[in-house]
């Protein structure tokens, strides 16, 4: 398994590869579907952005709050596709790496090679166990949009897998081609 530091160097992020197994430590964004609305509206209004996008990973996560002496409650990820609208905007303002589930628009992977992102999975289901990954969570932006504003986290052994690398190879597909090859079908 690979360890990662957040934010990652491009180096790094063209060296990865679909379906490799990372552990990422460090600090990145996180943001859903309204903020990402709202981050392309300020964008196709030529208005400055909250937060810089440049060099940065973004995980689409909303938080469930806190119990007490926690940093934050479950974590999982949010369905990516929902993003998919927005993210080839932000991948074009210096976007370089998202974590979330699920498959991507093929407009996507067309921006994800394009500026040579990467696109990240995590373990749908596992948001308490994400969660414990999490050492700090701080609101940047958006506050009125509750768990869907825009927050920094700290993390250390984030657990991912590469889903889409810079070169457009995808985990998903992968996986697919396999599980329909002769050799992995059931004997009759």
């Known amino acids: 398994m690979k360890i990662l530091q957040a934010p990652f160097s491009h ?16 600090h990145f964004l996180v943001a859903r579907d309204a903020a990402h609305k709202r ?3 300020c964008i ?18 909303g938080p469930s709050p806190a119990n007490p002496g926690e940093v934050i409650g479950s974590a999982g990820p949010t369905t990516s596709g929902r ?13 370089r790496a998202m974590i979330g589930k699920g498959y991507r628009s093929q407009e996507v992977i067309d921006a994800i090679v394009k500026y040579e992102a990467v696109y990240f999975v995590c373990i749908g289901g596992a948001g ?12 940047l932006a958006y506050e009125d949009l509750g768990a869907e504003a825009i ?19 995808n985990f998903y597909l992968q996986g697919q081609q396999l599980a329909k090859s002769p050799i992995n079908r059931p004997i009759r």
């Open 128 to 139: 308490a166990l994400i969660s414990q990954s999490i050492k700090k969570y701080e609101v």
């Open 83 to 95: 993003m998919d609208v927005y993210t080839p905007t932000l991948l074009e303002c210096g976007l």
């Open 151 to 169: 927050a920094r986290i700290e993390v250390e052994n984030f657990p991912c897998i590469v889903a889409i690398d810079s070169r457009g190879n």
């Open 39 to 41: 981050l392309f509206e």
């Open 44 to 61: 196709q209004n030529h208005q400055q952005l909250p937060v810089s996008l440049q060099g940065e990973c973004v995980y689409y996560m």
């Open 11 to 26: 180096e790094e992020l063209k060296n990865l590869r679909a379906g490799e197994s990372v552990s990422i430590n460090g």
